[in-house]
């Protein structure tokens, strides 16, 4: 397995931006496609975004399409989440998780980081 390490989090006005990194240690990186999730107060955790092995393809949820943008550093072992445009709905713990595919259902991915909060006031 590989072990995932969020950073980034923080409170950011409405409007905003704010990049989060998810770097990676132990098993070969690129072996890996990534995701970020996420997890508010009283919801059920949501796919958020997540790229292929090689940055070759990237899936978006809905709600952040067009705001959030995936990208992964293969030499640095690290995936990064642009949020531009933020909205107090975006709101959560955001989590990066590895796995074989890009996929979006979480039982899909095999290592999970512990999480980093983003608070987006209004």
């Known amino acids: 397995q590989v072990q995932l390490v969020e950073s980034g989090g923080g409170l950011v006005q409405a409007g905003g931006s704010r990049r989060l990194s998810c770097t990676a240690s132990g098993r070969t990186f690129s072996d890996y496609a990534m995701g970020w999730f996420r997890k508010a107060p009283g919801k059920e955790p949501e796919f958020v975004a997540a790229?292929?092995?090689?940055?070759?393809?990237?899936n978006y949820a809905d709600s952040v399409k067009g705001r959030f943008a995936i990208s992964r550093d293969n030499a640095k072992k690290t995936i990064y989440l642009q949020m531009n445009s933020l909205k107090p709905d975006d709101t959560a713990v955001y989590y990066c998780a590895a796995g074989e595919s890009p996929r979006i259902e979480p039982f899909e991915y095999e290592s999970w980081g512990q999480g980093t909060q983003v608070t987006v006031s209004s």
């Open positions: 790229i292929g092995r090689s940055g070759e393809s990237a």
